[in-house]
């Protein structure tokens, strides 16, 4: 069933076009991987779709969400989807906390904006989220600059998740991260989609990141989708020369990988 | 080397932080416990006087005396300045957050009004509007309200511009959270030490602005013991009694020497690339 469909959409600054008319489908609860290297319009095609770009970008065509196009949302219809359908983890672990406000904080406002609980309620959910990501619930009343990179991280996965949303849309969540705590990152986002059931939107420079998670891949290129299909035929029998370059230019350790198979934490390639 | 001169630094902005608190105290002393003058009560028999127990900064050319008029000259000064500070403050912030967060039209819209204001100078604006209100100590604080609320909308609004496009803030749009909450929790937070050190090294100015504007006549008018006033009244004595100018025109220097010391201070203190740098 299809949950999000987008359709010919296009993003422009000014004259420059940045999206030049993609369209693709994401279903419910399938792992949707976008490649590409920098400049080639992903991230800007995921701000769209949650309406997130910066006041000089202008979207047109149409991102149904369950048939609703979200480019026409009112900012109340937004607010209700942004807190309760789509969520987003962001590369900038950092800088995606209020720096004088406890991780705890977040949650509790969160909550509060969309959700009648009480107080201890409110507090329970948090730290039952916290534990999901594998972090102590103590990290409740800690600050954001008290945390390391990946628990960050996996506090804002965490906060991705809380409401349990149909489409989580992940843009590089493990570029700013070192490759060991990028790899538990990503195996804990797998593991969580498996339990919640939510689509990902997965965003990525890094074919690594793909091979493993992924269940449909689309290649991006200068603003238009040069390829997409499911991952094996995307990987296995790459039609365009993008993807070919894209794939050799990936280290892949598939010797290494098959010698330390099952040892995730110091092969970091193999995934 | 340096390390004795920031030390020598830091002691001496010690002293002068001191200093100014002791001077409040004092007066808050002086005016609520011990006065024993009333500060507009003529006394033609003592005018003049110089220094004595009973007067201990004398009197001056209507026998009033001194040292209570310039003690009350605080409250007077510094209170308004102070007053017409917070106002300012209090326009200009709000004005400053809903521009830069708003952006397009809002934000041209409050600008351009925040411009006009710019344009005239804060004397101009003072006369004009005392020609046209009356001359008086509210239409001078009326005066600079108008043209001091600018510089806050403005660090404000450039401040917000900056942090806007930070994660964090996405952030707390993805989370739904309303705009008025991402304002006031997660931004106005960020502006409140610049905001800060802005109104310190004002104060000074302010308090500069009231006192020469009152000198003129356009501000605080007799019998109101405003230190401007006080030195415009005391002119004609000058040859003869230079105390009745010196007492508020050193009063005057001394309050706005130490605001400003004190902006400097908290800019000293919120300066976060020092504290990197250190």
Known sequence: M?????????????????????SFD????????????????????????????????????????????ILQFGAKEMRRLRGTSISYIFQDYQGSFTSFHTIGRHFEEFLKAHFKLSKAQRREMAEQALESVGLQPEMYTRYPFQLSGGQLQRSSIALALLTKPDLV????????????????????LADLQQKTGCAMLFITHDLRHVRKHADQIIVMKEGEIV???DKQSV??????????????????????????KGDDTSCVYCN | MTSRLTINRTRATKVFLSAFLILIAAIAVYAFLILKH??????????????????????????????????????????????????AVAIGVPIGVIAGFKGGLVDRLLMRVADAFLAFPD???????????????????????????????????????????????????INGLSEWRIMWKHL???LIGHILVLASLDLGKIILLISSLSYIGLGAQPPAPEWGAMLNEARPYFQTVPALMIYPGLAIVTVVLLSNLLGDYLRDKFDVKKEVAE
């Open chain 2, 188 to 190: 106005f937070p960020h």
């Open chain 1, 169 to 188: 849309i992940a843009d590089e969540p493990t570029a700013a991260l070192d490759s060991i705590s990028a790899a538990k990152v990503l195996r804990l």
């Open chain 1, 227 to 229: 390829e997409k299909g």
């Open chain 1, 26 to 69: 994401v279903q419910k609860g399938e792992w949707l991987a976008i490649i590409g290297q920098s400049g080639s319009g992903k991230s800007v095609s995921a701000s769209a779709i949650g309406r997130l770009l910066a006041p000089n970008l202008k979207a047109q065509g149409k991102a149904l969400y369950n048939g609703k196009d």
């Open chain 1, 235 to 260: 990987l296995d029998q790459p039609q365009h020369a993008y993807t070919r370059s894209l794939m050799a230019a990936s280290p892949s350790l598939s010797a290494a990988s098959q010698l330390l």
């Open chain 2, 123 to 173: 004397t101009v604006v003072a006369i004009v509007l005392s020609g046209l209100l009356g001359a008086g100590i509210e239409n001078l604080l009326l005066a600079i309200i108008l043209v001091k609320w600018v510089n806050y909308a403005r660090l404000a609004r450039s401040t917000v511009v900056t942090e806007r496009q930070k994660d964090y803030i996405t952030m707390a749009k």
């Open chain 2, 38 to 87: 009333d500060p507009s009560f003529v006394d033609l028999n003592e005018r003049l006087l110089p220094m004595s127990w009973q007067h201990p900064f004398g009197t001056d050319h209507l026998g009033r005396d001194m040292l209570t008029r310039i003690l009350l000259g605080f409250q007077l000064t510094v209170g308004y300045g102070f007053l017409a500070l917070l106002l």
């Open chain 1, 2 to 22: 299809t949950l999000l469909s987008v359709q010919n959409l296009t993003v422009q600054a000014g004259e420059v076009p940045l999206v030049k008319g993609i």
